[in-house]
């Protein structure tokens, strides 16, 4: 029995983790496993009920899970709160007090969304790269964080720390990962003028001595932004600091056909990882029933491989996503001009049919 904490939260979130839900039971009844759901609030909806974005019963649920499963948090009716009470700190919360350092984003083009990428066929063909994205530390997370009256004028400040020690273990994670790819890092800074990416860049070096194997270069991140849409299959793993890989991993999203394709996995050194698509929680689609699923099951198949082994399992529901797209399924957000599209649950449930065809036949052939 695996028990999976939910946390669906706001806007788009509780419809793509409901068909998500409804994906994992149908992993259980293929390979004869129990998943047990417990769902725990956290965002915009936790500040109404609770007046925290985080309460400390979701914490413990997610201690106690094997794995958790995130929608997304936030929206209008929220952003003119206090920091304290955004629905976003509520995220951070949560990664901070599961430690999970490394976020996994992979961006992946699948053949028949090449029309969906802004970018012409030929550039963007072969997409498929991997970002590794430090998830708790750096600007995101550094003291002071605050407002201050100096002189009479309003001032804000954030801080942009990280100790080598935060630096050295994304760092192995990007490379260890990069022993299964193509043995390349590529270690995005902005060391022109940070502090912070200079000694990030010095640890780079000093790490990638113990992976002889590996091959490690640098990019300024404004340079790194440029490349990914000139040769965006030239990557393979990049490894970068919070906010540098939140900004890029939205345009891999475009790069990818859409948002709502990108998933990914949060771990930590040990305990339970957590995984969340990478687009937020759209506030103008939500309850509309048009939001992409794929992104969310793609999500589903990351957990079951990283956190409980089942290989087989997330590489039929991949397929089975390719094989949905192959055959023109299409949500709104990956249309062009006036193509076909379906609505969140007839996409959800195409997709499970593949996933079950595809399993039943590996299964019995
Ligand atoms: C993401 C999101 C979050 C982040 C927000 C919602 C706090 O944009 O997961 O990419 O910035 O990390
Ligand atoms: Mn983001």
Not at 152 to 157: D, I, L, N, T, W
Request: with cysteine; hydrophobic share 40%.
């Amino acid at each position: 029995m695996k028990k999976i904490a939910l946390l669906p939260g706001d806007g788009i979130g509780p419809e793509i983790t409901k068909e998500a839900v409804l994906l994992m039971e149908e992993v259980g009844a293929v390979i004869g496993e129990t998943f047990q759901f417990q769902e725990g609030a956290i965002g915009g909806g936790a500040v109404d009920r609770y007046s925290t974005p985080l309460p400390e019963e979701t914490i413990r649920l997610c201690q106690h899970s094997d794995a958790i499963l995130m929608g997304a948090v936030g929206g209008p009716k929220w952003d003119r709160l206090p920091g304290h009470l955004r629905p976003e700190t509520g995220l951070l919360g949560i990664r901070k007090v599961l430690n999970v350092f490394a976020n996994l984003r992979p961006v992946h083009l699948f053949p028949s969304l090449s029309s969906s990428s802004p970018l012409k066929e030929e550039r963007v063909k072969g997409l498929d790269l991997m970002i590794v994205r430090e998830l708790t530390g750096g600007i995101y997370f550094g003291q002071p964080k605050e407002r201050r009256t100096v002189e009479g004028k309003e001032v804000a400040v954030d801080t942009l720390t990280y100790t080598e020690d935060e630096i050295e273990r994304i760092l192995h994670v990007a490379f260890k990962l990069a022993r299964k790819r193509k043995k390349e890092v590529l270690s995005v800074d902005k060391a022109n003028v940070l502090e912070s990416s200079r000694l990030w860049r010095e640890k780079a070096e000093q790490v990638a001595l113990a992976y002889p194997d590996v091959t490690l270069t640098h990019m300024l991140v404004d340079s790194a932004a440029m490349q990914l849409v000139l040769k965006p299959n030239t990557f393979d793993v990049i490894v970068t600091e919070n906010m540098f890989g939140d900004i890029l991993s939205d345009l891999g999203g475009a790069l990818a056909g859409s948002l709502g394709m990108l998933p990914s996995a949060s771990l930590s050194e040990n305990g339970p990882s957590l995984y969340e698509p990478v687009h937020g929680s759209a506030p103008d689609i939500a309850g509309k029933g048009i939001a992409n699923p794929v992104a969310m099951f793609l999500t589903v198949s990351m957990m079951m491989e990283l956190s409980f082994g089942f290989t087989e399992v997330s590489r039929w529901i991949n397929q089975a996503v390719e094989e949905a797209l192959d055959e023109g399924y299409r949500t709104k957000d990956l249309t062009v001009g006036d193509e076909k599209w379906v609505g969140t649950e007839e996409m959800g449930r195409v997709i499970r049919e593949k996933f079950r065809t595809l399993a039943k036949g590996e299964r019995n052939g």
